[in-house]
């Protein structure tokens, strides 16, 4: 069974920094698309950073310069290094996997709360 | 990247069927068949609906259906059910980024 269990999340001030993980089971982190999207308090979805297979890297223009994706293939697991934090940055964020052959995010995560505040 | 345009709410009776719209530009929507459509319920995260335009993945009910049509594309429920009511949003692939969402609809079961 396909799991996506993400840690890390807390209250955190402004310009601090704060690592997301996403523990994967069922499938290997590695061989896939993994992706971070995030999700402000009562707004809609934003897709944040994804890493593809061959481990290649994106980032959405407003965490660019500011945040990294990463994985541990030992650990089958995806991280968000987060830098520079802002208040904007407040959030649920969520771990997410394209299966192999699909442009689509098919398994997610039941999210982490960030919450950057002074 | 500038998101996907849907209506805020959308409503309608038990049985009835609904459609939630998604408008783009040629360099999402209209240009790849790479659209999306997640149900989000509150407190939850969201579910993968239709992928592909059109395809439903396992377990999805054969009463949520999608389409497109140049730049926009289209989520249907047909006989809605209390348990509809929730958050939809559609995505898209795009040219300058592997995704972008729509603004999200809250359907309503009356």
């Known amino acids: 069974e396909v799991q996506l269990v993400e840690t890390g999340g807390g209250l955190i001030q402004p310009g601090g920094s704060l690592r997301l993980s996403c523990a994967a089971s069922?499938?290997?982190?590695?061989?896939?698309?993994m992706s971070w999207v995030r999700q402000a308090p009562g707004k809609g979805l934003e897709w944040v950073s994804v890493?593809?297979?061959?481990?290649?890297?994106f980032y959405a223009d407003s965490v660019k310069g500011r945040f990294t994706i990463s994985r541990d293939i030992s650990e089958n697991t995806l991280f968000l290094q987060m830098n520079s934090l802002r208040a904007e940055d407040t959030a649920v964020y969520y771990c997410?996997?394209?299966?192999?052959?699909?442009?689509?995010?098919?398994?997610w995560g039941q999210g982490t709360l960030v919450t950057v505040s002074s | 990247q500038s998101a996907l345009t849907q209506p805020a709410s959308v409503s309608g009776s038990p049985g009835q069927s609904i459609t939630i719209s998604c408008t783009g530009t040629?360099?999402?929507?209209?240009?790849?068949?790479?659209v999306s459509w997640y149900q989000q319920h509150p407190g939850k995260a969201p579910k993968l609906m239709i992928y592909?335009?059109?395809n439903r993945p396992s377990g999805v009910s054969n009463r949520f259906s999608g389409s497109k049509s140049g730049n926009t594309a289209s989520l249907t429920i047909s006989g809605l059910q209390a348990e509809d009511e929730a958050d939809y949003y559609c995505?898209?692939?795009?040219?300058?980024?592997?995704?972008?969402f729509g603004t999200g609809t809250r359907v309503t079961v009356l």
């Open positions: 997410a996997r394209a299966s192999p052959g699909l442009i689509t995010l098919n398994y």
């Open positions: 995505s898209s692939f795009t040219s300058s980024s592997p995704w972008v």
């Open positions: 592909d335009v059109s």
């Open positions: 069922g499938f290997t982190v590695s061989d896939n698309y």
């Open positions: 040629s360099s999402d929507v209209g240009g790849y068949t790479f």
């Open positions: 890493i593809h297979s061959a481990g290649n890297t």
